[in-house]
């Protein structure tokens, strides 16, 4: 008679147990838990599809960086190419020599256009490399501009003696008595190109036949106010202190070094600044602009203007459309993700619109 009490007792229990704990059994891995198999299978598809995606990133990884080694190789053998032709053509002598450098100098800035290109995809190393070997063909150039024109080097050294004579042939070249500011070119005796050089607290200008396709120097200036109303080839600024410097296009390649407290206002096809400090420049850039060992150095617009700049922007090459003046690589600062400390944008209401 106990039998039926112990199959009541257990029937009793069994109806006992709540739901609840019934449908968790089954969440838990019971034979017939449809819920809690229903979440296996979305766990895993969601996990095939991180890896697939996973699979396909890094498929697109190797083929990026595939299309750029491609790149940098036909970049490496174009710009050798390129640069051992303007080598040879520096090396000419003879009557075809002025010729040969106006070659030289032409494909001088298709090399730089070039490089421009192909600072996207190349590694900051290698830009540096070809930026150092353009600024070695252009001091070449310039050097051998100046040993075929002796006379222009010399001219200044007879002013005296001109002076004194009645016929003074060489008078565009003669000093402006009334403002020490119009210096004649030619008055920096520096190898590397016309200029100025060791003023203090003066205005100084070059006008567009001075300027053209030149290599302008301006070093040891300070509290100075330069303006180049014109379009040189190069532009290198040294040493300078607490100086304002307006420069029209130029076609190639602009260089600051040792500079502090300074505003530059330049467009060019490369800028790159080295040791300068607490320095504004308002620029125009087709490729780049590079800062290497600087701090304090705020970039803006291009914003200066003149008479005749657009015939000078003609004339240099130059794209008015294009300007990267805010696409700055720091070789000192590679952590990628976080700006650089050493430079920055100028904020907008502290940008110069008016000049003069």
């Known amino acids: 008679m106990e039998a039926p009490d112990s199959a009541a007792a257990a029937e009793c229990t069994a109806s006992a147990v709540p739901a609840?704990?019934?449908a968790a059994n089954g969440d838990m891995g019971g034979p017939r838990g449809g819920g809690g198999l229903g979440l296996v299978p979305e766990r895993l598809q969601k996990r095939e599809q991180e890896r697939l995606l996973?699979?396909?990133?890094?498929?697109?990884?190797?083929?990026?960086?595939?299309?750029?080694?491609?790149k940098s190789d036909f970049f490496a053998a174009a710009f050798?190419?390129?640069?051992e032709a303007v080598e040879q053509l520096l090396g000419c002598a003879g009557q075809e020599a002025p010729s040969r450098l106006d070659e030289a100098a032409s494909r001088l800035q298709a090399l730089q256009k070039l490089l421009n290109d192909a600072v996207?995809?190349?590694?900051?190393?290698?830009?540096?490399?070809?930026?150092?070997?353009?600024?070695?063909?252009?001091?070449?150039?310039?050097?051998?501009?100046q040993e075929l024109q002796p006379k222009k080097r010399f001219a200044f050294k007879s002013r005296r003696k001109?002076?004194?004579a009645p016929d003074p042939s060489p008078a565009a070249d003669a000093p402006q008595p009334p403002p020490p500011a119009a210096l004649p070119p030619g008055q920096l005796h520096v190898p590397s190109g016309f200029g100025f050089s060791n003023r203090e607290s003066q205005t100084l200008q070059m006008r567009a036949e001075e300027l053209h396709q030149r290599d302008i120097l301006l070093t040891g200036l300070t509290d100075c106010t330069v303006r180049l109303y014109g379009n040189p080839n190069t532009l290198r600024l040294t040493k300078a202190r607490g100086c304002t410097v307006l420069c029209g296009p130029?076609?190639?390649?602009?260089?600051?070094?040792?500079?502090?407290?300074?505003?530059?206002?330049?467009?060019?096809?490369?800028?790159?600044?080295?040791?300068?400090?607490?320095?504004?420049?308002?620029?125009q850039v087709t490729s780049r602009a590079i800062v290497e060992d600087c701090s304090g150095v705020q970039f803006a617009p291009y914003s200066w203007s003149y008479?005749?700049?657009?015939?000078?922007?003609?004339?240099?090459?130059?794209?008015r459309n294009k300007n990267n003046w805010k696409d700055v690589d720091d070789f000192n600062w590679l952590a990628r993700g976080v700006a650089s400390p050493n430079w920055s944008i100028l904020p907008e209401e502290e940008r110069i619109i008016q000049w003069d």
Not at 123 to 136: C, I
Not at 255 to 271: N, P, S
Request: net charge negative.
């Open 20 to 22: 609840e704990m019934l």
């Open 54 to 70: 996973e699979v396909e990133r890094r498929k697109q990884e190797r083929q990026s960086q595939t299309v750029k080694e491609e």
């Open 80 to 83: 050798a190419r390129e640069r």
């Open 120 to 145: 996207f995809y190349l590694a900051p190393y290698d830009v540096r490399l070809g930026q150092e070997a353009l600024a070695r063909l252009q001091g070449a150039l310039a050097e051998r501009r």
């Open 162 to 164: 001109e002076a004194a």
């Open 250 to 283: 130029v076609s190639t390649s602009v260089f600051l070094d040792d500079c502090v407290g300074c505003v530059l206002a330049v467009a060019c096809q490369q800028l790159r600044t080295h040791s300068t400090r607490d320095t504004r420049i308002f620029l």
């Open 307 to 319: 008479p005749g700049i657009d015939q000078d922007f003609e004339g240099s090459g130059l794209d």
